[in-house]
């Protein structure tokens, strides 16, 4: 991996023709030290928010030894890069032999189900194993999230009570999860959820060994900063007190974005300008899918020119229309064609949206040693490097 200190270093010495993607394991390192120190239970990385292998090592090396994977790809992927990692497999409709596969031949042991039928399929695909950890998967609010995942998985309250019912039957650990959403601007988005996953236990009557609160821990971006970790992870605990459970009940998170998106940014060069407009080699089509299909802003500087900026809108290399992202993103006035520009908190969602869509989605990769972008990590106390061994 090419090292610099810096992306101007960069494009300096390497004049990029394809966009950079931009690895910083150091502010990896600082994410997994927040949650690790910070949340009070065990910590799953989402591996669909960057799959990158160094990430899924660096996370391994800093202390996260849980992964949460949505697919068999996932599984096989944490196994060979994070050997002796708890793999979840949290996607809750699967095919029966990934199921089979991730049991047998990956020592998977945690499954996520929100219908009887998966169930069925779980135990059928494990040849009735007595060793799983089920979580029945909720449907609950998004309404405090900036990305809805409230409308395609989890059992609603008319089915919630019987299917943990089933499941408190047939698991060795019986375990309720679900998501908020994506981005969370509020801790209270994990209150709420957790108030209806506690009203579920209360109505089936069932004894819960693990509470999975999901993912949806935020990221600062322009015009989205929300509160600190901390009182996500303040709210988390007084909620985890009161929640029906065992007494040893475990209790978990599976953030994706809050632990990769300050870990890699991503350098483009302008092609073309017309007034406002900026035609970049990278685009809705690549590591910038949020930004056109979201309206997601991102950091941006222009790594060849300073001065006073102005708004810009942005169209990635492909003939389609929907490759657009009008932000708006501020960059110097002056901006021109084979500008370089690096665009940061793009470590979550960005690289993993990458497809080969009109001949583009080939990137250099390169390690950078700074930390130029705002973010909600940045004057975090540290924990020693002994202290998160564990
Ligand atoms: C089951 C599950 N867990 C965790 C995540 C990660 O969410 P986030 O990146 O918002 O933390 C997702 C995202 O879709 C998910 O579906």
Redesign the pocket.
Known sequence: MVQFDNARQLVQELQPEVPVVCQRPHLAERAARRFLEGFPGDVLY?V??NPAPWLIETLYGAGIRHF?A?SLTEVRLVREHAPGATIGF?HPVKMERAIAEAYFVHGVRIFSLDTEAELEKILTATQGAADLTLCVRLQVSSDLAKIS?SSKFGADESADASLLQAVRGKAERLGVCF?VG??AMSPAAFAGAMDRAARAVRRAGVIVDVLDV????PATYPGMEPPDLEAYFAEIAAKFEDFPKAGNARLWC?????LSADAESVIVMVMGRKDDALFINDGAYGSLYDAAHLGWRYPAQNLAREGAETPFRLYGPTCDDADQMFGPFYLPEATQVGDYIEFGTLG?YGRSMVTGFNGYGRFQEAGLADDPFPSLFKGAPEMAAEEINR
């Open positions: 989402a669909k928010a949460d949505a949290m995942l998501h994506s981005q999901g993912g949806g821990f599976e953030p994706g974005r809050a979550a």
